[in-house]
C-alpha cells in the first residue's frame, strides 16, 4: 500500500439549473418565474427546473402532470439541446484556458485537474473563483463549484453552496468534513441505499467510518469497498480527458402505456435499431445487455445477460433483449422501454484500486 495520497487540486464545477437558466437568459421575461423544461402533457417529463419550480417540489424526471399539480403557475418550455450544447461548449472553452485536464460528466458539469495549470495560479480556490466570474460575465450564467484533494470530495463540496457559490474542503478538513456528512449527500448513495444506510444506523459519515470493510461488504457487495474508502478520503481516481463510455444505450417513452408484450417487440426492434447505429457510429460492441423498463407507476426494473463474445449486430441484440423480456411477467403496463450495452470492447484492466493509498494527512495551499 502507498502511504501518501497524490497531491492534487481538483475542481468540479456545476452550472447552476443549467437548461432552465439558459432559457432564462434568452428569455429574460421567464426570471423570477418558476420555469420547467420538457413537456407539461400528461406524457411528459421535467427535463429541468430552475430554483423557483424546485421550491414547489418541482425536480427532473418528474411528470409535467405532477408538475402542474405542484405548481399551477409553472412555465413549460421545449428543451433546446442544440442551444445548450453551445453554451457548454462555451463553459468549456473557459476550462481549457486554466488547464488541459477537464473531464466532462454531462453539458452542465465537469471535473478539473488544476494541481498544475496554465496560469501559474497555485491556490485553486481562486481558480474556480474566477473561472466562475468569467463564465457570468463572458456567458451571464452563474455556476458552483467544489475543491478539494480528489474528484469525490471535490463533487459532494460543489453542492454545498448552491446555487452561485463554492466551497473548498482543504487537505486537513477532509476527515472532519466527511465524518459530519449526511450519508445522503455522499455522492453515489442514492435513495434506496439512504434508507437500507440508515436501518443499519448510519445516518453521517461518522457512523459510516465505524463500520468495517467486511461488514460493508457483507451489507454492500462491491460498493462497500467504495464506501469504507471514500469515507476516509481515499477515491484515486483521475481527472481523465477523454472519457471512454462505460455503456451505450437507447431508449423510448411511449405516448400511451403498452400492455401488450407483442406491441413491446415492435418498439425494441426499432430500439435495438437505434442502438446499432450508436455502436457501429462509434465502433463499439459490448458482451452484457440491460433491458430496462420502466411502468406506468413509474417503478423501473433492469434485467441484464453477459454473453461470452461482444455483439453491436441489431439481430443479436434484439434476440438477448426479447429474451431478458420474456424473463419473467411483466407487473404492469409499460410507459418506457431500453436497451443497453456494457462489458464494452474499450474498457482497459484497471492499474491502480481504490486500496492503493490511504493517507489524507497532506498539507499544500489550496
Same mark, same amino acid.
Given at each position: ?128 473563483? @474566477?473561472? &466562475?466570474?468569467?463564465?457570468? #460575465?463572458?456567458? =451571464?450564467? $452563474?455556476?458552483?463549484?467544489? !475543491?478539494?484533494?480528489?474528484? *469525490? ?64 461488504e457483507e451489507k454492500f457487495g462491491k460498493s462497500g469497498s467504495y464506501y469504507f474508502h471514500v ?44 442502438? @446499432?447505429? &450508436?455502436?457501429?457510429?462509434? #465502433?463499439?460492441? =459490448?458482451? $452484457?445487455?440491460?433491458?430496462? !423498463?420502466?411502468?406506468?407507476? *413509474? ?39 431500453g436497451i443497453s450495452l456494457a462489458n464494452l470492447n474499450t474498457e482497459k484492466q484497471k492499474t ?15
Open positions: 500500500m502507498n502511504n501518501e495520497l497524490p497531491l492534487r487540486k481538483i475542481i468540479h464545477v456545476d452550472m447552476d439549473a443549467f437548461y432552465a437558466s439558459v432559457e432564462e437568459l434568452d428569455y429574460p421575461e421567464l426570471k423570477g418565474k418558476p420555469v420547467a423544461v420538457g413537456g407539461s402533457e400528461k406524457r411528459g417529463v421535467v427535463s429541468a427546473a430552475n430554483y423557483e419550480a424546485r421550491k414547489f417540489g418541482v425536480r427532473s424526471a418528474m411528470s409535467g402532470y405532477l408538475a402542474k399539480k405542484n405548481c399551477p403557475q409553472i412555465i413549460f418550455v421545449k428543451p433546446r439541446y442544440t442551444r445548450y450544447k453551445e453554451i457548454s461548449k462555451r463553459v468549456k472553452d473557459i476550462f481549457f484556458d486554466y488547464t488541459d485536464l477537464v473531464e466532462p460528466l454531462s453539458l452542465d458539469e465537469a471535473y478539473l485537474d488544476v494541481t498544475i495549470n496554465k496560469k501559474g495560479n497555485p491556490s485553486a480556490t481562486l481558480i474556480a473563483q @474566477e473561472i &466562475r466570474q468569467r463564465i457570468l #460575465n463572458e456567458i =451571464g450564467l $452563474t455556476a458552483s463549484a467544489g !475543491i478539494s484533494i480528489n474528484k *469525490f470530495i471535490a463533487k459532494v463540496a460543489s453542492d454545498y453552496n448552491k446555487p452561485n457559490g463554492q466551497k473548498t474542503v482543504n487537505p486537513e478538513e477532509v476527515v472532519p468534513f466527511l465524518e459530519a456528512l449526511e450519508i445522503r449527500k455522499f455522492y453515489g448513495v442514492g435513495k434506496v441505499t439512504a434508507k437500507k444506510m440508515y436501518g443499519l444506523g448510519i445516518f453521517t459519515g461518522k457512523d459510516l467510518k465505524e463500520k468495517s470493510l467486511e461488514f460493508l469515507v476516509r478520503g481515499i477515491h484515486t481516481s483521475e481527472v481523465k480527458p477523454h472519457r471512454i463510455p462505460k455503456s451505450v444505450g437507447a431508449e423510448r417513452t411511449f405516448s400511451e402505456n403498452l400492455s401488450s408484450e407483442i406491441f413491446m417487440l415492435e418498439r425494441l426492434e426499432h430500439i435495438a435499431e437505434e442502438l @446499432e447505429r &450508436r455502436l457501429k457510429k462509434s #465502433n463499439i460492441a =459490448g458482451k $452484457t445487455i440491460t433491458l430496462k !423498463i420502466k411502468y406506468s407507476d *413509474f417503478t423501473l426494473q433492469t434485467r441484464s445477460k453477459t454473453l461470452p463474445y461482444f455483439i453491436a449486430d441489431k439481430g443479436l441484440i434484439l434476440e438477448t433483449a426479447k429474451e431478458l423480456l420474456y424473463q419473467e411477467k411483466m407487473e404492469n403496463s409499460v410507459r418506457l422501454l491502480e484500486t481504490e486500496e492503493d493509498s490511504v493517507s489524507v494527512q497532506l498539507r499544500f495551499d489550496f
